[in-house]
């Protein structure tokens, strides 16, 4: 299966671009990556998603390597509402036609005023 | 507010008992999707029906099952608790189950086992 791997913590300066690393180097051609992010023990909260090309929303974009086995999550103007654990998510799909949600372990952003 | 309900919001159980964990979707969602959140494992899927049907599953235990009823509100079964089982229970819907489709979370239930 797909893994992600994240790292821990990171601080960012508010006002400043936050940029969140993942690394999916096992994923295939047809995985979709997901971000999504928890506050506190709140409900997680969708940020964006992807497959191959860079994607952005309102909240934030999303920078994919051109072997997809990396991507990373910008925040363009961090504020301090963005302080959270942001988690990578990629969908296994399995041969049968199921599939699976792969969560890693979150990085918990700090946005310092 | 996500627009998904779960009941209840607290459940305090003693181990080898069995709970029922409710969840209602957003409305016009058709799919609905059980997750657990514990200190150790981190998040984790558990399941997903799409209009009644199983449609995806993920690290589920086998003491454990969910289903979808026809109104599409959701419910995961939790039997033969054990202290390991205590977690934050969420439930999320989305429109579809395609690749791509937001998932909406409700607010939890957090179940400990004594």
């Known amino acids: 299966d797909a893994k992600t791997t994240q790292p821990t913590s990171m601080d960012c300066a508010e006002g400043r671009a936050a940029n969140l690393p993942c690394n999916h180097s096992?994923?295939?051609?047809?995985?979709?990556v997901y971000w999504y992010r928890q506050i506190h023990s709140q409900g997680p909260q969708y940020i964006i998603h992807g497959l191959k090309n860079n994607e952005t929303n309102e909240m934030a974009s999303l920078i994919i390597t051109e072997d997809r086995k990396s991507s990373t999550l910008i925040l363009p103007h961090a504020t301090l509402r963005d302080t959270a654990v942001y988690y990578c998510i990629v969908r296994v799909d399995r041969i049968s036609g199921t599939y699976k949600y792969i969560f890693g372990t979150g990085t918990r952003l700090k946005v310092l005023a | 507010d996500s627009g998904v309900t779960q009941t209840p919001k607290h459940l305090i159980t003693a181990t080898g008992q069995r709970v029922t964990l409710r969840c209602s979707p957003r409305?016009?969602?058709?799919?609905v999707y059980w997750y657990q959140q514990s200190l150790d494992q981190g998040l984790q899927f558990l399941i997903q029906?799409?209009?009644?049907?199983?449609?995806a599953k993920g690290n589920i235990l086998e003491r454990f099952s969910a289903q979808q009823f026809p109104d599409l509100h959701s419910e995961l079964n939790l039997s033969s608790l054990e202290l390991g089982d205590s977690a934050l229970y969420f439930c999320?819907?989305?429109?579809?189950?395609?690749?791509?489709?937001?998932?909406?979370f409700g607010p939890g239930t957090r179940l400990t086992v004594l």
């Open positions: 029906y799409y209009n009644g049907e199983e449609r």
């Open positions: 999320a819907s989305s429109v579809g189950s395609k690749r791509g489709n937001e998932q909406f």
């Open positions: 096992t994923i295939s051609g047809n995985e979709y």
């Open positions: 409305s016009g969602d058709l799919s």
